[in-house]
């Protein structure tokens, strides 16, 4: 209502009743058309608001990606591994940006200053946002045109460092790059499906605002024009009220003039006559006061309704406004939602990758330590035989000499029980004490001596070897003990081993469904096209159950990955690139996520066992 109160509509009387009831009518019906109008404007404010909401949204969207563009370009991964770094954006391209926001803000001007201070648009934010938008689209192209040399230089570092380092150190780089590399190609697809975005929507906003602007322009012209068409009826209405009431006072001063001067004999029919018509008009006087008065009471009306219709438009333009801000709080909120979830989602990507590699590795450092310990199983069998077979002469050579000894023994016995008793060659020649010699005694007195010590130092030395023997034996014992238990612990740890591969191999075939599933919601994500129609919510709720991890069994000694918690197959995630199949590393990233090596579990007290074995063993005398 340009900020004034309504039209007052006054009539004291005196019009025609054809005209009263004309304007009535007339006044009837601008009422009605003016409370179309005023629906219509409403509904151009609310698509008005829808507008600005939806430019909200592509500010947001425009800073998310300038956002997502600097990490890209600074990324650690990239800083590693490229030594040139990225180049900046064309001067070029951001000397051409104001001049290409300048006919956007020629366009989007602000209404005629002729409009109502109601209705009047402000089209601040909408110019900032055109001005911003513009700026981000032109530079993301450049740094999308950055990305390829980056990428190349990517791809020949990689071949460089499979051509210097060793096997481990390439396996190792080349999981880190290829993960490195997906993800660059993900973010490189989502920039460019998210550019293509903003330029269409920014493309159907501008031309949406434009058609806004100019329904807004021609609705205020045309309620402008029925504001004067009113102003001008009331000033009409007035204008012959006025005139009725000025005509109806001279007629009575000219007949109160008449009267006053007839003085003739007839003057008291004059009288009569005059009564009767000051009696007639008189009563259409009281007709047109009632007249006068019923369309006073319409305009009371009139101006009651209107003023409801003014409270009602102020509260329902409030509970808008305030409907308004609420979305607006709603949707922050579910935006900074979603950056989150987004960020810890990318998280726990890089979290499982890592894992995956760490696996990987760990799986052939288990796999180096159990041929290692085969090699320390055969060297123990081969050092097993040996000494069997160096222990078998050793016992043979053991009862020879026990035979010996025994022999011995029995001659010592023998010699001694001569000794005792002498022979019978000398008691059957036995002459006379006076007639044996006493040198030949002499002789066989030293001879049996002689014997003796030759006997008794042969006993100490068989005494000597047999102890000596003993020791060997018991050491040899004491080796083949140890070896024996070393053999049957290794069996054990071998038997487990193998249990645990037989784990290991259905945890794989688990784990290589999930990166199916997985591999087929890329799929399904990569393939899917935009349909047409308006646009849905930023971030839609997950159709599908989660699935629950898988349960995986306790290892010896990695006891810290019982924290590890897996993420759920999610559609829609890690899609591939499309400009990047060219690139050969890419295919390590496959080997990476089908590993064919069996899980191992670390032997640590196995192989201090086994040192602490061979540390112990002496030398076996030859």
Known sequence: ME????????????????????????????????????????????????????????RQKAEDLVKDNKMLIGSSSLEDLVETGAVGPDPSSTQATPGSAQPDMEARKSPPSGSSS?????????????????????????????????????????????????????????????????RLASKVHKNEQRTSFLQTLCETLHSENKELRTKLERDLEQRNQALEKLRCENQEL??????SSQDNGKREAAEQQQVRKQHHPWRGLRRNGAAAEKSLGRGELEAKEKKVKILEHQ????????????QHFRATKQKYEQKVTDLHQELADARRALTELEAEREQKQRDFDRKLLLAKSRIETEEAKKERLAMEVRDLQQRMRFLQEQLAPV???????????????????????????????????MEPPGKVPQQELLTQNELLKQQVKIFEEDFQRERSDRERMNEEKE????????????????????????????????????????LKQHKQASGERLHAEPLPGPLGPACPMYPYQYSPPAAHPMYHGFEEWQQIRYPPPMPNEHTPGQNFHHFPPVKFLFHLLQPEYPWRPPC??????????????????K
Do not use: H
């Not at 109008?37 to 698509?47: A, D, F, N, P, T």
């Not at 305009?299 to 003014?310: I, M, S, T």
């Not at 014992?477 to 069996?491: I, R």
């Open 238 to 243: 007035r204008r012959m009220v006025t005139l």
């Open 395 to 429: 016992t043979r050579q053991r009862e020879y000499q026990e035979k010996e000894i025994q022999r011995l023994n029995k001659a010592l016995e023998e010699a001694l029980n001569v000794q005792a008793s002498p022979p019978p060659i000398f008691g059957s020649t």
């Open 475 to 514: 050491e040899l014992k004491q080796q083949l003990e140890k070896l024996q238990k070393q053999l049957v612990l290794s069996n054990n740890q071998l038997r487990a081993s193998k249990d645990d591969c037989q784990r290991e191999k259905e945890e794989k075939e688990k784990l290589k469904k999930l």
């Open 299 to 310: 305009r009371r009306e009139l101006l009651e309704v209107n003023k409801q219709w003014d």
């Open 3 to 58: 900020g004034r109160g309504p039209y007052r509509i006054y009539d004291p009387g005196g019009g025609s009743e054809e005209n009263v009831s004309t304007a009535f009518e007339r006044l009837v019906e601008e009422n009605t058309r003016l409370k179309e109008k005023m629906q219509g404007i409403k509904s151009i404010g609310e698509l008005l608001e829808e507008s600005q909401v939806e430019a909200s949204k592509l």
């Open 604 to 621: 640590a007290m196995a192989r201090s066992q086994n040192s602490q074995a061979v540390s112990g063993m002496k030398p076996v005398p």
């Open 118 to 182: 109601e209705f009047e648009i402000v089209a601040v934010e909408a110019q900032g946002f055109s001005q911003e938008s513009r700026m981000v689209l032109e530079q993301l192209p450049n740094e999308d045109a950055n990305l390829l040399p980056q990428l190349q230089q990517l791809e020949t570092t990689l071949s460089g460092c499979a051509k210097e380092a060793s096997k481990d150190q390439v396996f190792v780089r080349m999981g880190y790059m290829a993960s490195e590399l997906k």
